[in-house]
């Protein structure tokens, strides 16, 4: 029978993508089956009963592919660790640094002149943007609700309450209790780009739908609301970094 290391060799891979490549027997498998997975790397499942044969053949065939796909896993993981994060409403750039620590202490971030430290007591590919997201969820209270205030104010558009929030499909909404929502991660956004999406909301505060006289007011208040709406929709599809949404 052949063995697990034997399997992998046929990959002929780096020593990086070796490592990231496992191969265990499944009771329940009817056939070969291969998992890819941000988390748990690259997954070769055996079924029960197997020709040798065959599972070289089978594998060898896809050799190509499979490295492609721990390819693709390798470059994930390294967007979940930027190097770097910029927030332009706070005229900010922080340099990131990744501390492992192998003993007893919870997932630390640390802020030092413009350096950003996480430290980590595990390997969890997860625990860095774990934590960003919450140091930005941090950054998002601190400087969105004033932004918005500012705005709010000088339009002459009083709401009630400002919540910041994990939001998967919206960047910001506005409800008939006057209450608005933004996304944490339009801090990482064009502040030209940020004031769009914070008009957007207050103009619902005078009128809720998207109708015609809706895009009547967010011109008159914005003039240049449609260019910030291409941009945004750029950002949406190209922009928007792995590490703020997984």
Request: charged share 30%.
């Amino acid at each position: 029978m052949i063995t697990d290391s034997a399997i992998i060799d046929l990959l002929d891979l780096t020593e990086e993508k070796t490592a990231l490549v496992s191969v265990r027997q499944s009771s329940r498998a009817k056939r070969l089956i291969f998992k890819s997975s941000i988390s748990d790397g690259y997954e070769i499942v055996l079924p029960r009963r197997y020709d040798d044969g065959w599972v070289i053949e089978t594998v060898s065939k896809r050799k190509q592919k499979i490295e492609g796909q721990i390819t693709q896993i390798i470059e994930s993981r390294r967007e979940l660790k930027p190097e770097s994060i910029t927030l332009p409403l706070a005229n900010e750039t922080w340099k990131i640094i990744y501390s492992d620590f192998g003993g007893e202490v919870s997932n630390t971030v640390t802020e030092t002149k413009g350096t950003l430290e996480l430290t980590a007591k595990n390997d969890d590919v997860f625990w860095a943007p774990i934590n960003l997201q919450k140091w930005l969820h941090e950054k998002a209270v601190e400087y969105l609700p004033k932004r918005l205030d500012s705005l709010s104010r000088k339009l002459q558009l009083p709401y009630n309450r400002v919540s910041i929030k994990r939001q998967k499909t919206r960047w910001g909404s506005c409800s008939i209790r006057r209450n608005i929502n933004l996304n944490r991660n339009i801090m990482l956004m064009p502040t030209d780009v940020v004031d769009y999406i914070l008009h957007h909301e207050l103009v619902h505060l005078k009128v809720i739908n998207h109708s015609s006289h809706f895009w009547s007011e967010l011109e008159r208040v914005f003039p240049n609301y449609q260019d910030l709406l291409i941009r945004l929709r750029h950002f949406e599809r190209n922009e928007v970094p792995k590490w703020a949404v997984v």
